[in-house]
């Protein structure tokens, strides 16, 4: 039987709220010529995506899109058309050029009020719309890497229940995200590996899955993690391309294996 190619390493950024429109496209452009050029892009051993503020990403589209860079929302509604001011739906979304919509994330739970029931219908809406969701989940405290496996894994039962579609399982650990450091390698991996089982066990219902580890990720967690994620889930260590040339950098390209 011939051996499965490994899957690509895949880094998505999330900007957040922390860039203006022209220093986002500025931003694009440097990550789209990173893309043009670093060998991990063009060999295909990883894959980028970003998701920009909803303004930006029709222009930010047109910017990374052609260079296999692909670009998602940061968030989305639980319904696809009518009076809910103020909401991006799902079609629209799907209509601009977005491939993913980040749901979950702990700053909406936190600071928007949103449980698991909102973000199970906001997943179900990525997924009916032809939209890969970044599905955000984690601890919200500290604790053994044994109880954030098992915590983590029975949100993602729980938000993904009834559902199917490719998805990324973003594990960002709440105690993680805008720390000075990102949580220990043996604590992601522990978590990581507890997700790709559950996700490999349905591997009917939600092919093609990915587990990428997010929460004050920068370069040199790659190469702790020593493949033990599919990639990373950037925040702030991001901002500056360079990082993110170094992250590429820790990557094997078929050319640096042979
Ligand atoms: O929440 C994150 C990505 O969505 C992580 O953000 P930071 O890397 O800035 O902690």
């Known amino acids: ?24 496209l500025n931003w694009a452009r440097r990550i789209a010529e990173l893309a043009r050029t670093h060998p991990a892009v063009t060999s295909g051993a990883a894959r980028l995506f970003a998701l920009p503020a909803f303004p930006a990403l029709v222009p930010a589209a047109g910017i990374l899109t052609p260079f296999g860079v692909q670009v998602g929302a940061q968030d989305l509604a639980t319904e696809d058309t009518g009076p809910y001011t103020g909401e991006v739906g799902g079609p629209l979304l799907r209509e601009i050029g ?59 039962a729980r938000l993904l229940q009834g559902l199917t579609g490719t998805v990324v399982l973003a ?9 000075p450091e990102p949580a220990s390698a043996d604590h992601i991996t522990a978590v990581c590996d507890a997700l790709r089982g559950w996700l490999d066990a349905r591997s009917e219902r939600h092919p093609d899955s990915a587990v990428i580890y ?37 990557i094997r390209t078929p050319a640096a294996v042979a």
């Open 98 to 156: 977005c491939h993913y919509a980040e749901v979950g994330h702990a700053e909406r739970r936190r600071l928007y009020g949103e449980g698991d029931t909102v973000v199970a219908a906001k997943t179900a809406a990525a997924l009916r719309n032809g939209l890969t969701p970044v599905l955000c989940v984690g601890e919200r405290d500290r604790g053994t890497p044994e109880q954030a496996a098992r915590r983590t894994v029975d949100e993602a």
């Open 214 to 250: 997010g929460g004050s990720a920068g370069p040199g967690l790659l190469t702790r993690l020593a493949g033990r994620a599919d990639g990373l889930f950037l925040g702030r260590f991001a901002h500056d391309p360079a990082n993110v040339e170094a992250i590429l950098d820790e």
């Open 1 to 24: 039987m011939p051996v499965p190619a490994p899957r690509p390493v895949l880094l998505g950024v999330s900007l957040k709220m922390y860039f203006g429109h022209h220093q986002t």
């Open 171 to 179: 594990y960002e650990p709440q105690w993680a995200i805008g720390a």
